[in-house]
């Protein structure tokens, strides 16, 4: 099967045993509506935080604009995400409609969605592997300085990323592999376009308002303190505690789209976004019963910068 599901077994019977089975079948249910909702409040911020930096040159204005706007961008790899995990639908199998939005959410972040698609469900599969689950093997610093783990909140993120992420590819069919190729090179080509047609219009300071610091400055932020609150303070001993428990808030939860409860997520991949923070709530028995600590964002971050903690082990 898969090393997940193999080292889970004591897992999913406690699963069984301790919440109503009704309820959580009623959490995996989809609403096309409400993910369309959410996903056109997102492209709304979009364009609104993007008007913002267009029309106002004052610095207190367009720079919450900016800020606000990197962590758009970054929900779009969330909303691919839910797509990766055939949230969306209430016909789950609907491929035209999930294919035409993988491309959708993928490229404002400038992802592959098939690359992205084979790497989160590996991930999902190996969890808990030093080898065999992409994000540990590739995207993990490897380096434990803090020096190296500053360089994943800057620019130096997507060289990062785009170098793990080939390095992971480099093992996947020939025919694939050029599959991905095409979809970078469509990706990409589509942000040279942006950039190019901003600094065109409005010359190169609006390029840098309104595409550089949201992008390259804002997006490696947003990326890398949502995943410090993946599987980086962790159990190893224990499948349960595989991930970090996120103390969140309604602040957390509209900017990060709910990916916050990203172990609860783990136990349940099919449970839309928006049904998370209920599902916490049912998990309480099962989480109550495993070392899990509840943790912060600015704890993690003090944790992985200041006392430089190793990733993937307990950090209490």
Known sequence: MSHWHDSTAELRAELRDLLDTGRVRELHRTSGLRH???????????????????NFTAPWIWIPAAI????????FSVLLHEVVHRAVFENRDRKV????????????????????????????????????????????????????????????????YFRAAAREA?????????????????????HAAVMAAIWFTWGSPMLLRLYVVPLFFVFPIAFTVNRLGQHYDIEPDDPAAWGTII??????????????????????????????????????????????????????????????????????
């Open 36 to 54: 369309a909702l959410i996903a056109a409040r997102q492209f709304a911020l979009l364009a609104l935080c993007g008007a913002a930096i267009v």
């Open 68 to 75: 606000v706007l990197g962590f758009v961008v970054f929900s």
């Open 97 to 160: 409609g999930n294919r035409v939005l993988a491309w959708l959410y993928a490229v404002p972040s400038g992802l592959a969605p098939s690359q992205f698609t084979r790497w989160h469900l590996d991930h999902h599969a190996e969890l808990g592997t030093d080898d065999k689950d992409p994000k540990r093997h590739h995207l993990t610093p490897k380096i434990i300085r803090r020096w190296f783990k500053l360089l994943y909140l800057t620019p130096a993120l997507f060289p990062i």
């Open 170 to 190: 480099a093992g996947y069919e020939p025919e694939f592999r050029a599959r991905l190729r095409r979809e970078r090179i469509a990706v990409l080509g589509f």
């Open 247 to 316: 103390k969140t808030n309604p602040i957390w939860n509209f900017l990060y789209l709910w990916s916050n409860y990203h172990m609860e997520h783990h136990y349940f991949p099919g449970v839309p976004f928006y049904n998370l923070a209920a599902l916490h709530k049912e998990l309480k028995p099962v989480l109550d019963r495993h070392p899990m600590r509840v943790r912060t964002y600015g704890g993690l971050l003090w944790d992985w910068f200041v006392r430089n903690k190793a990733p993937h082990v307990n950090w209490h």
